[in-house]
């Protein structure tokens, strides 16, 4: 490369320069901070104008120009500089060193690189860090905080000693409105979940999304019994009272919310947020407000389930579930003809398992589909078998809210009903004609049109009206065991009116949990049809129903 210098560089000082240049832009100021040179890179880097502006104190920033030209002042060399100069859109790093020619005079050596693609990828790289950033500190749906976010600033409370609160929140039956909803609906009803939820707290109080549909509150400062906790829990559940606003409808969500503090209910973040998972799930399983304050025998029951869980994955293959059979008994005295299947539980180690206990788990995770279908198959088998041997008994079994919802529930029903000649009947209980009366009323008809008898199981309990029970294709209605004990005029009065409007809608009626003998008769006394109880027999394993129903004297076929 050639370089000429020009603006009276001394020959010597060149000299000095050449060794230094390498492929760099170069540019040389005097005593006087003016313009001695400048070679080709620098001047297609900045432009023939730089030519123009002669001085140092022209060129350069003030906070740049003041400490280049004190390295112009006469004296010993001062310390060698780096610096970056933005100039029309280009990014340049520059190294600034004091020279001298051979009369002692100052000069300034300023080399530089252009840097500009180096900036530019840094500056991408930089947003590209802050968008990362952003997504994993904030939730993008809602803009609350993220889980990452919350755990953090938890972990820094925990390492600083704190005390805080904590509530875990989750909405119920989520799964329902994204499947009337559809997905974007879905993402309406979090984003108003959000809007809620932030417009209910207080200054420093921390709201994040957990994830799908869970959320959490940190409360600063929280301790002792959780009184704080628990009224800003009642504040979120009375507001959830009210339908949340989407862009073209309303829609009501509840929310279930499990509380905790900190340190008194774990003394790692760890410990702390299984217990608030914990908490949750008990509020999520309680009938009643839905909001629970965690303490150490939720532990237990958590375990329980979590044991019931697993073992009742297993029970179907290794054939530890069993049928028992509860009869029917007519109250004018006919011969006993049908039952009701009930399924029981016989583990190993544990004996019988509650019934409450082990449906009520297999319907949270999702097994009592396939428990579902192997009662229809065996319930369908054992009808089979005892008309074989001359006892014609028709079997009714329950269906719940969960097994409507599959798809392939009709078609084994109807298979089974084929294999039972007949003698199959579905009992549904009150409230899953509630849930969805649509999708009951129509599986109802499927079961009249495949020869079934249709019950509506714990009438009472869910206050359907009269006008329902008149739309419904139903065969009988069985009153709850409540209604059996409540006694008195005002329950002789409510009996009464049943039967007088199941009578006139043409229904039977069937009295549940009957124990005594002034129960029978009482209800007998109103025309109740049948009635089931211990009075009578509880659930038996289909050997002893027979052996009982041979003490009944029954009537074969």
């Known amino acids: 490369m ?5 603006m009276g560089l ?10 230094r240049l390498g492929s760099a832009m170069l540019v040389v100021f005097g005593p006087e901070g003016q313009l001695l040179h400048c070679n080709e890179l620098a001047e297609q ?3 023939r104008e730089f030519l123009a502006l002669p001085t140092l104190r022209s060129l350069l920033p003030d906070d740049m120009r003041a400490q280049l030209e004190a390295m112009l002042l006469p004296g010993e060399l001062g310390p060698d500089f780096n610096g970056e ?10 190294y600034f060193q004091r020279i001298e020619d051979e009369l002692g005079r100052p000069h300034l050596l300023c080399s530089g690189v252009d840097i500009s693609a180096e900036h530019q990828a840094q500056k991408q790289a930089e947003a590209r860090s802050d968008a990362l950033r952003q997504l994993l500190y904030h939730d993008e749906l809602t803009g609350l905080l993220s889980r990452h976010a ?3 600033d938890l972990l820094a409370r925990v390492a600083r000693a704190e005390t805080f609160g904590l509530l875990s929140l989750k909405l119920v039956d989520f799964g329902l409105l994204r499947d009337n909803f559809g997905p974007e609906g879905a993402d309406e009803v979090l984003v108003a979940t959000a809007d809620t939820l932030r417009g209910l707290l207080e200054p420093g109080q921390l709201l994040a999304r957990e994830g799908g549909d869970e ?6 400062a929280a301790t002792g019994d959780g009184s704080e906790l628990q009224r800003l829990g009642r504040a979120i559940l009375a507001r959830f009272k009210a339908p949340l606003q989407l862009q073209s409808t309303e829609v009501n969500a509840s929310i279930a919310i499990g509380v905790v503090n900190y340190p008194e209910h774990g003394r790692s973040l760890e410990e702390l947020l299984r217990n608030a998972s914990t908490a949750l799930h008990s509020a999520l399983e309680s009938p009643g407000s839905h909001l629970t304050v965690y303490e150490p025998r939720l532990l237990l029951r958590a375990r329980e389930r979590l044991w019931l869980d697993h073992h009742l994955r297993r029970a179907l293959d ?4 069993e049928l028992h059979y509860q009869p029917k008994v007519s109250l004018a005295g006919e011969a006993t003809t049908s039952v009701e299947a009930l399924l029981r539980w016989r583990h190993p180690k544990r004996g019988l398992i509650r019934p409450d206990l082990f449906i009520a788990r297999a319907e949270n995770n999702g097994q009592i589909v396939a428990m579902g279908r192997w009662v229809i198959v065996n319930a369908a088998a054992q009808a089979s078998q005892w008309l074989a041997q001359g006892l014609r008994v028709r079997i009714a079994i329950n269906i719940s809210a969960r097994q409507l919802s599959d798809p392939e529930l009709p078609r084994w029903l109807a298979e089974c009903q084929r294999i039972a000649h007949g003698l199959l009947d579905v009992e549904l209980t ?8 649509d999708r009951a009323e129509g599986f109802m008809q499927e079961c009249r049109l495949l020869g079934c008898q249709v019950f509506l199981d714990d009438f009472g309990t869910g206050f359907s009206s009269l006008a329902q029970l008149a739309r419904l294709p139903l065969d009988s209605i069985k009153l709850d065991r409540s209604f059996i004990n409540a006694g008195g005029e005002r329950g002789q009065a409510l009996i009464r009116s049943l039967v007088t409007a199941a009578r006139e809608l043409g229904l039977k009626v069937i009295a549940e949990g009957v124990e005594t003998q002034a129960q029978a008769d009482w209800l007998r006394g109103m025309q109740v049809d049948m009635a089931q109880g211990w009075l009578y027999a509880p659930a038996l394993p289909a050997r002893e129903y027979q052996a009982w129903l041979a003490t009944q004297g029954a009537k074969k076929p």
Do not use: M, N
């Not at 050639?2 to 020009?6: G, I």
């Not at 009150?430 to 009366?437: A, N, T």
């Open 150 to 152: 919350l755990r953090e």
């Open 85 to 94: 100069l933005a100039y029309q859109g280009k990014r340049t790093r520059w």
């Open 10 to 19: 001394d020959p010597a000082l060149a000299q000095q320069v050449l060794r």
């Open 430 to 437: 009150e409230s899953c004609v509630i849930e969805d009366e």
């Open 318 to 321: 290794l054939h530890q579930l």
């Open 215 to 220: 959320f959490s509150i940190a409360v600063p």
């Open 45 to 47: 880097q900045f432009g």
């Open 2 to 6: 050639t370089l000429t210098f020009s």
